[in-house]
T-cell receptor, first 117, second 114 residues
Framework: GAVVSQHPSWVICKSGTSVKIECRSL??????MFWYRQFPKQSLMLMAT?????????EQGVEKDKFLINHASLTLSTLTVTSAHPEDSSFYIC?????????????FGEGSWLTVV | AQTVTQSQPEMSVQEAETVTLSCTYD???????LFWYKQPPSRQMILVIR??????QNATENRFSVNFQKAAKSFSLKISDSQLGDAAMYFC???????????FGTGTRLTIIP
């Protein structure tokens, strides 16, 4: 079946630095990818929609200059957390829509734990 | 705005028994999809079952079935013959037809008692 892979699975960075998380579709083309954030014991909150070849669409309240999203190819989207702070520590999950697929099936990556110290 | 509500933060069931997880949603749309996702301790989101709103027949996937009540905007998940591997967080989710954004409920933590 379709697979979405995220890298790294977990990362620790110092406050003030930037960190990049990759989301790859391994066996299908993904015209659209999504980035979610999940705090402990909470639900997934959509941060932004990443569209191949165009600017990402951010949800209300998400700082686009802090969470940079790039979707340069049909198989890769990256999320860069710039000038990270401890409050950015969270679980970040990407998902991708397989194209073509029955019912536009959406697949999720394994997620990435970010800890900012 | 669309909202998804899961009123049961935690549920437990004896192994081999049946459990039902509740989900209600609010929308003014007529064409949409509903989903149940499972998130085990590994945090990988796994699609359990999906339902198209235009279909009256309830979706079924092996031991998992839904009770979809469109007028009541209710979408419950029934797990039959519960197994230890079913232990996880379960999220109800909603998506408008033609829109790829998923809106998730707050989740229900399911514990299986051996």
């Amino acid at each position: 079946g379709a697979v979405v892979s995220q890298h790294p699975s977990w990362v620790i960075c110092k406050s003030g630095t930037s960190v990049k998380i990759e989301c790859r579709s391994l066996d299908f083309q993904a015209t659209t990818m999504f980035w979610y954030r999940q705090f402990p014991k909470q639900s997934l909150m959509l941060m932004a929609t990443s569209n191949e070849g165009s600017k990402a669409t951010y949800e209300q309240g998400v700082e686009k200059d802090k969470f940079l999203i790039n979707h340069a190819s049909l198989t890769l989207s990256t999320l860069t957390v710039t000038s990270a702070h401890p409050e950015d520590s969270s679980f970040y999950i990407c998902s991708a829509r397989a194209w073509p697929s029955p019912g536009n099936t959406i697949y999720f990556g394994e997620g990435s734990w970010l800890t900012v110290v | 705005a669309q909202t998804v509500t899961q009123s049961q933060p935690e549920m437990s069931v004896q192994e081999a028994e049946t459990v039902t997880l509740s989900c209600t949603y609010d929308t003014s749309e007529s064409d949409y999809y509903l989903f149940w996702y499972k998130q085990p301790p590994s945090r990988q989101m796994i699609l359990v079952i999906r339902q198209e709103a235009y279909k009256q027949q309830n979706a079924t996937e092996n031991r998992f079935s839904v009770n979809f009540q469109k007028a009541a905007k209710s979408f419950s998940l029934k797990i039959s013959d519960s197994q230890l591997g079913d232990a996880a967080m379960y999220f109800c989710a909603y998506r408008i037809f033609g829109n790829e954004k998923l809106t998730f409920g707050t989740g229900t933590r399911l514990t299986i008692i051996p």
